[in-house]
């Protein structure tokens, strides 16, 4: 297992092996970060490749004081959050991905669990980009305040509000939602 | 309030009392819960012990965090197909490209995430002379794709060459800040974008029409409808002319079943297109176009949900992009627009 400072030895060492490793490494909760936050997986494929990319192109300038996987995140996150405000444009579509529907993405169990879900990511969909980013680094992949500030470039405190400001937009859009809350 | 707090107490030391009725702010309840660092963790917690709103409210946090926490950890259950080889092509492309191609590349780059969508959008709203289709948010944005390969069209033409002399010399700039181009790729970008314009706003695919396309009338981009769409049959869901039966190239069919059609969900099915290759979908009615790539069998799949009838898509043209042809259909009605429906 290496550590952070030799894999980037590597990569600015332009070692091709070192950066599939990673690829291999990072790619499914890169992809699965990204799709959590744009919503449509071929477009989360996409942003994860331009992510490593950029990741190999710009390994020389990695701030000192940050992890290989925060900045990584940075970058996806940059990634997903110029997508999401161009997505803006779109608003009155709202395109789903053909796995959407296939049954085989159905979930199973109660009727109750599948509209839950649903109403769960249209309450997500309902958030700045920038405070759902917060949520999802949070809430799906675990990071820590302090770790999203690394990410986002922002302080504790200010992830902090970011945090509290999207659960409540969450619950807000959620309760307001067509369903009979629990 | 304010006059309840000591003058000579400072921001950080009113943060830590909460006594006489002062609460901690609501970021800081969702902090303890979360069991995240706080630098004034024991006062906050011992003021939640004691004071009932306070942990009312944390209890409310506490819900919300077991709906999103497994939502999310569910969703990252979902396994995702390898993009590593795709990474290292194009590692592998990145090291052979000359200074202007790597200059051609941000380009794309830039086009991809691109600020100029917004330009071309207000150019191509000026053109259509339809001031009211924005204010009402039909206009929707014409480039939308997201792929690394070249647009039909200009693009491909920028590829040849010629357009771009020079192009930024090494300046390099931090990860997320690719897109900011100098003033030379801008002027570049104002002639690519010309040439876009004419692309965009006459049909899309024009220049490549095969023979079955060629019989068809011209893919010109239909008014949008302030009435919903009069049904002209009851007995199918939607009336749709496809290319005929001798068809032999890629062919796109309307396939919304009557459950999805009664949620005003549109599937679009494709089949002939060449295997796992890139297919653009533009979308004429609300001007989309959507990047798509085919599956092993040639297939291709798209579903989208029509939130206002006048909204409804009256053509789709797939282009094929590895054997540059061409599929369309038309859309004459769909039932679920025949009832009222929100405008």
């Known amino acids: 297992m290496f550590t952070d400072i030799q894999v980037v030895e590597s990569l600015q060492a332009r070692d091709a092996n070192a950066f599939r490793s990673l690829v291999e490494r990072l790619e499914q909760p890169i992809i699965g970060y990204l799709h959590r936050l744009v919503g449509d997986r071929e477009v989360a494929l996409d942003l994860a490749q331009d992510t490593f990319l950029q990741v190999y192109k710009e390994i020389g300038k990695m701030p000192q004081d940050l992890s290989l996987n925060a900045w990584i995140y940075r970058i996806a996150t940059n990634y997903g959050l110029r997508y999401l405000n ?60 302090e770790e999203i500030g690394q990410i986002l470039q922002l302080s504790p405190e200010a992830v902090r509000k970011r945090v509290s400001r999207g659960v409540t937009k969450f619950r807000a859009s959620y309760g307001t939602a067509p369903k009979k809350r629990m | 309030m304010s006059d309840q707090r000591p003058p000579a107490h400072t921001r950080a030391s009113r943060e830590y009392d909460y006594s006489e009725g002062r609460h901690p702010s609501d970021d800081l309840l969702l902090a303890s819960v979360r069991q995240q660092h706080l630098d004034n963790r024991i006062q906050i917690e011992q003021h939640i012990n004691e004071c009932p709103f306070c942990r009312h409210k944390c209890h409310a946090f506490e819900q919300d965090g077991r709906l999103l926490s497994p939502y999310m950890q569910e969703q990252k259950q979902q396994f995702y197909p390898s993009i590593t080889n795709r990474v290292m092509q194009r590692v592998a492309l990145e090291n052979r490209l000359s200074r202007r191609e790597r200059v051609l590349a941000d380009l794309q780059r830039a086009y991809k995430y691109s600020l100029l969508e917004g330009i071309v959008q207000k150019i191509l709203g000026q053109q259509r002379g339809q001031p009211g289709d924005r204010t009402q948010g039909l206009f929707v944005s014409p480039l939308s794709p997201l792929t690394d390969e ?19 010399t090494g300046s390099r ?85 009557p459950s999805q059609l009664k949620r005003n969900i549109v599937q679009i099915c494709g089949s002939g297109f060449t295997k796992y290759g890139r297919v653009w979908l533009a979308v004429y009615g609300f ?32 282009f094929d992009a590895s054997s540059r042809r061409i599929a369309t259909l038309q859309i004459s009605s769909l039932s679920s627009c025949s009832s009222s429906r929100h405008h």
């Open chain 2, 150 to 168: 070249p647009l039909p069209g200009p693009f491909a033409a920028l590829q040849s060459g010629s357009a771009l002399r020079s192009g930024p």
């Open chain 2, 287 to 318: 001007n989309v176009v959507f990047p798509r790539t085919a599956d092993g069998r040639g297939n291709i799949n798209i579903t989208f949900t029509v939130n206002d009838c006048r909204l409804m898509p009256l053509q789709i043209t797939a």
């Open chain 2, 173 to 257: 700039r931090s990860a997320p800040r690719s897109f900011k181009r100098p003033a030379i790729a801008l002027i570049v970008v104002a002639t690519v974008l010309t040439l876009m314009i004419g692309l965009f706003a006459s049909p899309i695919m024009k220049p490549v029409m095969t023979e079955s396309h060629a019989q068809q009338t011209p893919p010109s981009i239909p008014r949008q409808h302030n009435t919903p769409i009069p049904v002209t049959s009851k007995s199918q869901s939607a009336q749709t002319k496809t290319p005929g039966p001798t068809h032999s190239g890629p062919q796109i069919v309307f396939c919304s079943t």
């Open chain 1, 86 to 145: 161009r997505k803006k444009l779109r608003s009155f579509i709202h395109l789903d991905t053909s796995e959407d529907y296939h049954p085989c993405f159905a979930v199973e169990g109660p009727e109750g669990q599948a509209e839950t879900r649903i109403l769960v990511e249209q309450a997500l969909r309902s958030l700045k980009p920038e405070d759902a980013a917060c949520l999802q680094l949070h809430y799906g992949d675990g990071f820590t305040y």
